[in-house]
C-alpha cells in the first residue's frame, strides 16, 4: 500500500478510537511524521489533504519544509525531536508548534527568540514518563513546576505535554501519567500516541498522535 491508502487507514482508525472512546470526531489531530521521506514522498500525502506534519531535526526540515510550506501555506510543521539551544532561532522561525521544549535553558531560549522574531510557536513541554536516562523530557515530578516556571519566568504560553513511552513497556501507564500531570500543570493538550500505540493514546485522551511508518512505511 502506498502512503495515501495508509493514510486513509490511519484516520479511519483514529476515527473508530474516537467514538470508542466517546469523543467527538476529529478531536484527535493526527501528525503525519514524515522525518527520513523527501518532499517527493510527503507530497502526495499533502495533496490528499492531510496538513500537520511532524519532523525530529530542525536541520533536515530545513532542507525539505520551507519549499512545500510556501506552496501550501496551511501546513502546521511541529517539531518532535530534542532541540538544542543552538537551533531554537531557526526552530521558531520554521515550526508552528515545537513539542520538546523540556528544560529551562531552552525555554529561555525559545523566549529570546519569540519576542525578536514575533512568531509564536505553539509549546509543548516533554515529560520522560519512564525516567530513562538516555531519554530527553522533563522528569514527571518536575512537570508541574517546569511549566509553571516557563509561563512566570519566561512569559512561555505552555499549550500541553509530548511524551514517547519506553519501547519495551504498556503505554497505557505512560499515557495516563501525561493526562494527569496536564490536568495538574493546567493545560489540556496531549501529544501521545505513535505508529504502534495511537488507538490506545486516544482512548487516554490524546489531543494530538505522531504516526510515522504506518503512513510512511519502514525508515
Ligand atoms: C519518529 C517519531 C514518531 C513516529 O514514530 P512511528 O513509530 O514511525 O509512528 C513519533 N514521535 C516521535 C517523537 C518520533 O521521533
Redesign the pocket.
Known sequence: MNAVEQLAIVKEKIAAAEREAKRPTGSATL?A?S?TFDADAIRPVIEAGQRVF?E?RVQEAQGKWPALKAEFPDIELHL??PLQSNKAKEAVALFDAI??VDREKIAAELAKEIARQGRMPKLYVQVNTGSEPQKAGIEPREAVAFVRRCRETHGLAIEGL?C?PPLDENPGPHFALLAKLAKEAGVDKL?MG???D?ELAVAFGATSV???????GA?
Open positions: 501528525v511524521v522525518k511532524g525530529n518532535i525531536g513539542e520538546t509530548m514517547i501529544s505513535m505508529s504502534g495511537y505522531r504516526v510515522g511508518s504506518a503512513i510512511f525508515r
